[in-house]
């Protein structure tokens, strides 16, 4: 079935409603942790679960729902089924009795709003045959202006209703997306349903397992680099992620598909592309609200009004991308955004810090654009490059591979700064990005010369 035209926005709009939850959830509770800290009486090592949990969770789920999509349930089912479960987080948050039950409350946030994506994606690509790519812009507009408007609403919604507003202000989205998902969304496709025993057995515990200890042991052995180097942690770092390799090469139905790595170059590449892309735009995120507050003294208004220079510009340019890759290819865009991150870094090392405040909304509205040229491109790239009958889970680990980015930025600006953000130190965070993004910039010109050697085998065997 093709959406028709008249459907197309309200089709766009039930699955971008959606997609956005997460994205949304991830940044927003950022200014709601110092009222939670308060309220359970806690610290801020241990407020800050809720925030690394979310992302844990979103890595390990987004691939697990791809699957599930791809061999076992609708995608329309899965896709109401996420939106249920975080309609139920919503709704319960404002009632946990303690921190722990907050925290599975979150985890169940998580997990709904990771079970959406992955399905939208492949009802886009199932449905959608024209325009995927100006398609694919209207997700990556939702979740760019979210994940850089969610401090600024989190702060609003927190000092208006306090912390459970935050859980709260996503029933809106989620009641529209349902019933305009339940009535257009396609009943046509037929999945095999499994039995819970043959399911779980399919889902691979122990690499999930293996997935989630890896991730810890690698942060946490980052993050002890400021103290000097814990030799331990990284032998049982690359311990795990050895046992981790290995399973996954044994068993019929991994996790995460190791041997697809190799055999779909060009879209390795792009998930390469995507986590540098976020350790990068992601240092930003959350380092440069803590210098606005911490080292300049602005008011978190403030802060979170200034930030929409870069979301601005992001939101803007997204669909323009999308258009360019429609009328083109997406090697040109994902090597535009590595470029203009080089310079955006450039200027962040060079003139950032003693700028008017024009020029610093000049040097954060370049970012933005990279940001929105290279989300949209790099999602078209994905889309291109996956195998139709592994959509879902290709589109879940490209998200995957986003938390991967986020939650190496932390480590990233926890080995620069420490305990604090401070101008002295603000130069190194654009000297890491000026490297990162160079890093980019070969990842790209290597992608665009697989490509082109790719067509060239076409053309000669054709």
């Known amino acids: 079935m093709n959406v028709s035209r008249g459907n197309r926005k309200v089709f766009l709009t039930a ?4 997609t956005m939850l997460n994205p949304l959830n991830s940044s927003m509770i950022s200014l709601a942790l110092h009222q939670i800290q308060h309220e359970f ?4 090592t241990t407020v800050s679960w809720l925030i690394s949990t979310f992302y844990l969770a979103s890595a390990v789920t987004q691939p697990v729902s791809g699957r599930i999509g791809d061999h076992m349930l609708s995608r329309r ?3 109401l089924f996420g939106l249920t479960l975080v309609a ?5 948050a404002p009632f946990a009795p303690t921190f722990g039950v907050l925290i599975v409350i979150r985890l169940l946030q998580a997990i709904g709003s990771s079970a959406i994506y992955p399905s939208g994606v492949g009802l886009i690509r199932d449905h959608m045959k024209e325009r995927q790519a100006s398609a694919l812009a209207v997700l990556s507009i939702f979740a760019s202006a979210m994940t850089a408007l969610g401090p600024t609403l989190g702060g609003f919604l927190t000092t208006i209703g306090g912390w459970p507003s935050i859980f709260l202000v996503n029933l809106p989205f989620i009641l529209i997306s349902f019933l305009l998902g339940k009535r257009l969304f396609p009943k046509s496709e037929k999945k095999r349903i499994l039995r819970i025993g043959e399911t779980i057995r399919k889902l691979d515990l122990p690499g999930m397992f293996l997935f989630t200890t890896s991730i810890v042991l690698l942060l946490s052995f980052l993050l002890s680099l400021a103290d000097g180097i814990q030799y331990a942690q990284g ?5 795990s992620v050895g046992a981790f390799i290995w399973w996954e090469y044994q068993v019929d139905e991994p996790f995460i598909q190791i041997r697809m790595f190799r055999q779909e ?7 390469v592309q995507f986590i540098i892309l976020n350790i990068f735009f992601y240092c930003l995120f959350f380092g440069l609200p803590s210098y606005f507050q911490d080292e300049l003294g602005w008011r978190v208004e403030m802060t979170g009004l200034f930030m929409l220079c870069m979301s601005g510009f992001s939101i803007v340019v997204s669909p323009l991308t999308g258009k360019w890759v429609d009328r083109g290819d997406e090697r040109h865009p994902m090597l535009a955004s590595t470029v203009l991150m080089l310079t955006g870094a450039s200027a962040l090392s060079f003139f950032f810090i003693p700028a008017p405040l024009w020029g610093k909304g000049v040097i954060l509205s370049l970012l933005g654009v990279s940001y929105g040229v290279g989300n949209v491109a790099l999602q078209a790239a994905m889309l291109k490059a996956s195998p139709q009958q592994m959509i879902g889970t290709t589109s879940g680990l490209f998200q995957t591979c986003r938390y991967l980015g ?4 932390s480590a990233v600006l926890g080995m620069l700064f420490g305990d604090e953000i401070a101008g002295a130190h603000f130069e190194r965070l654009g000297w890491t990005l000026m490297i990162i993004s160079l890093i980019g910039i070969g990842v790209s010109l290597y992608f665009s010369s697989t490509v082109r050697g790719g067509q060239g085998i076409k053309k000669a065997t054709g």
């Open 406 to 409: 986020s939650i190496l930025s």
């Open 235 to 239: 032998v049982l770092c690359l311990f």
């Open 41 to 44: 009486g806690l610290s801020f």
């Open 15 to 18: 699955i971008a409603f959606g």
């Open 77 to 79: 089912t899965l896709f």
């Open 265 to 271: 170059r060009q879209l390795s590449l792009v998930y």
């Open 88 to 92: 139920i987080s919503a709704i319960c």
